[in-house]
């Protein structure tokens, strides 16, 4: 049997934090404060991993990001002096 709350005095920060976990994950407002409050209370859900399999072999070679990251390995050999 489920419990049913009602919580008075939501700080607005944390009314935020939770619309804005809700709105990333697509999950609702009831479902992502149930979990915050089940993390919170340390009875959570195991946490599902990720594969990412979704996204492997999705990048695409991009010539200005790429002179960046070069850029970025150059040492200057004045700084290690």
Same mark, same amino acid.
């Given at each position: ?18 619309? *804005? /976990?809700? @709105? ?10 149930? &979990?915050?409050?089940? #993390?919170? =209370?340390? $009875?959570?859900?195991? *946490? /599902?991993? @990720? ?10 070679? &991009?010539?200005?990001? #790429?002179? =960046?990251? $070069? ?11």
């Amino acid at each position: 049997m489920c419990m049913q709350y009602t919580i008075r005095d939501v700080a607005p920060a944390v009314d935020a934090a939770l619309r *804005r /976990r809700a @709105r990333a994950t697509g999950a609702s407002l009831n479902r992502v404060a149930n &979990d915050a409050l089940a #993390e919170g =209370a340390g $009875a959570g859900r195991e *946490r /599902r991993r @990720r594969d990412l399999s979704d996204i492997a072999g999705t990048w695409k070679r &991009d010539r200005a990001i #790429e002179a =960046a990251l $070069a850029e970025q390995d150059v040492i200057d050999e004045a700084l290690w002096r």
